[in-house]
């Protein structure tokens, strides 16, 4: 059982930045593949990275690449997401997840969210 808490959220113009994080409950944190996802008003949730078990492998959805960075730290129990310049269709309530198998798809645990908006 993993359980996860978003955090870092916010109002930010566009062409800024913001950092997000996730915190992770469970001994096996490490064994995760993790995503980050987000859903805008009206649309359905969509995948933006995940990160390998191990942080040796990152994936991108084509519209974040170059701008957005996942990384975890597993001996924190945590995944972030650095997003730079930050564009209005960014804007979104951001889930992190954790899966097994996970990638663009495959996740198990999903935490509550975090709302990121940004302004033009």
């Known amino acids: 059982q993993v359980q996860l808490v978003e955090s870092g959220g916010g109002l930010v113009q566009a062409g800024g930045s913001l950092r997000l994080s996730c915190a992770a409950s469970?001994?096996?944190?490490?064994?995760?593949?993790m995503g980050w996802f987000r859903q805008a008003p009206g649309k359905e949730r969509e995948f933006v990275a995940a990160i390998s078990w191990s942080g040796g492998s990152t994936y991108y959805a084509d519209s974040v690449k170059g701008r957005f960075t996942i990384s975890r730290d597993n001996a924190k129990n945590a995944v972030y997401l650095q997003m730079n310049s930050l564009k209005p269709e960014d804007t979104a309530v951001y889930y992190c997840?954790?899966?097994?198998?996970?990638?663009?798809?495959?996740?198990?645990?999903w935490g509550q969210g975090t709302q990121v908006t940004v302004s033009s």
């Open positions: 469970g001994r096996t944190f490490s064994s995760y593949a």
């Open positions: 997840a954790a899966g097994l198998l996970g990638w663009i798809e495959g996740y198990d645990y």
